[in-house]
């Protein structure tokens, strides 16, 4: 079948900031922007109202990541960095990378500015056979697909 592409499979990405992967990361949501609508109603020279909806304020998006918990503290030390006020030096540029099922890049979404606004650990139950999810929400002020 010339021509055809494959659709992505969701689970072979990688997250890196400024050159470096940070982790491997089992779920990852919150890639892209979106306008607030502001509706007008006004009433057209027919005498009908009518309602115009224009684009607002753009907004970013949060990116929520997922994994299961390992000994590495390295999502927890950055947002220890946000808690102990140097969100400036927190702040890192950095990309979400998709790859096919050879491992070539395919698909690539750079954001800039991110820092961790939100870290929550496991849920653990004693009954349960799952692996036990740590989540990192980074907010950013800019993002794009660039692949």
């Keep these: 079948m010339a021509g055809r592409t494959d659709p992505l499979v969701g689970f072979h990405f990688s997250i890196d900031l400024q050159g470096k992967v940070i ?3 089992t779920e990852c949501s919150g890639l892209g ?3 607030e609508i502001v509706e007008h109603k006004v009433v057209n020279e027919k005498g009908k109202e009518v ?3 224009l684009p607002g304020r753009l907004k970013w998006e949060n990116i929520t990541l ?3 918990i390992t000994d590495r503290m390295d999502i927890w ?3 220890k960095q946000v808690e102990d006020g140097d969100v400036e030096g927190a702040r ?4 979400i990378v998709m790859f096919d099922q050879h491992g070539k890049e395919v698909a690539r979404w750079n954001f800039e500015r991110a820092w961790p606004s939100k870290v929550t650990g496991p849920t653990p139950k004693s009954d349960s056979n799952e692996i036990v999810l740590e989540e990192m ?3 950013h002020e800019y993002i794009t697909r660039v692949k």
């Design 23 to 25: 982790g491997f990361f």
């Design 33 to 35: 922007s979106e306008h």
């Design 51 to 53: 309602v115009l909806k």
């Design 66 to 68: 997922k994994q299961g």
């Design 77 to 79: 030390n950055w947002r």
């Design 92 to 95: 890192h540029d950095g990309s």
């Design 137 to 139: 929400t980074l907010t």
